[in-house]
């Protein structure tokens, strides 16, 4: 078996037809497909009973809703191929979305992950003509990284929504994503881990997968999604950049959170609720996050520059004239205590 493909369904029948039957159709055959059922009431493990008489999908049932982070470490356990894909339900991919896959990871040794083209709907199409990164607070930053002739170009981050990574790669690396993190940046975590270890990430946009974004969890407590939201994203730069980048990004956390906390009165983009009760997570898990450093620190090969100068210093995307005065005071304290991320290091 060369390819395992996760696909994690959580009350998602309506969305199962259009992303089973295009995985089902890839030119590319050799493959198992792992359905894992996060305890759904809506009848989606019986609608592929009925649907699929494919042998090559193996089911992975849990009780309860384990989320992204858990459904997807539930389905590698069934995992059998060379390589692992993870794909969203709420997607529908071209009939050369594997082959381009396995073509660009098999192409080099020293990838680690390969991610593909994520169309989702309501996006501009200028965000696809280059590929993007994060900034500091772990937020998509548009319009980085070239894109070459081929099609392929090395990123920073891959998209959870479609991405393939070798099985040995994820044993070496002791699994997939903490429990912990149930949803949301889990794709960001399992990329610094890649990147730490010293593996390159690429995206190729000849592998295409169309998304229609959180089509499973618009009916969820939006405070408690904003809740891992936030919390992940940050979670992410404590746990695995060193103690000293620690004590200079504190200060960025704390303008963060004053921020958000201010907004959050004004815009139901942001939850107050949530806001808080991520920042008390974090706050009263010294021993956690200190516990997950040291274990990730294990695993680490290259330092913190080596990733910092692949994110943006910048706040925001816009180019009106309180974000650009935003980037440029976040930009200067990273240069004031040398915080070297993309902005800098190409100084």
Known sequence: MKVSI?????????????????VLRQSYRD????????????????????????????????????????????GYKYAEGEFVVLLNNDTRVNENWLKELVDVIESDENIGI????????????????????????????????????????????????????????VEELGGLFPEEYFAYAEDTYLSLKV???????????????????NATAKEQISSRL?????????????????GGFELRYIPYLINNFFMK???????????????LRAYLWIAGNPAWIKKQRRLLNGYG????GEVLKYISGKVFNGNNFIEKAANFFSILYCRIVRIKVYEISRD
Not at 195 to 213: R, W
């Open 261 to 275: 906390l201010l907004l959050s009165f004004f815009s139901s983009s942001y939850s107050t609720a949530g806001l």
């Open 6 to 22: 996760i696909i994690v369904n959580y009350n998602g029948k309506h969305l199962l037809k259009e992303c089973l039957d295009s």
């Open 195 to 213: 990147l730490f270890y010293g593996k390159k990430i690429m995206h190729t946009s000849k592998s295409i997968v169309y998304h229609k974004g």
């Open 114 to 169: 390969v991610q593909s083209s994520v169309i989702t709907e309501g996006i501009p199409a200028e965000y696809y003509k280059k590929n993007g990164t994060i900034n500091l607070l772990g937020h998509n930053v548009m319009g980085f990284f070239d894109i070459g002739e081929d099609g392929r170009g090395e990123i920073l981050q891959a998209n959870g929504c479609s991405l393939i990574i070798r099985w040995k790669l």
């Open 226 to 242: 904003y809740f891992y939201r936030e919390r992940n994203r940050l979670l992410n730069f404590l746990i695995f950049f060193s």
């Open 31 to 74: 493959f198992e497909l792992i359905f894992v059922d996060n305890g759904s009431s809506d009848g989606s493990v019986d609608h592929v009973v009925e649907n699929y008489n494919d042998e090559r999908i193996k089911f992975a049932l849990s009780k309860e809703n384990l989320g992204f982070a858990g459904g997807n470490n539930l």
């Open 301 to 304: 090969k290259v330092k913190d």
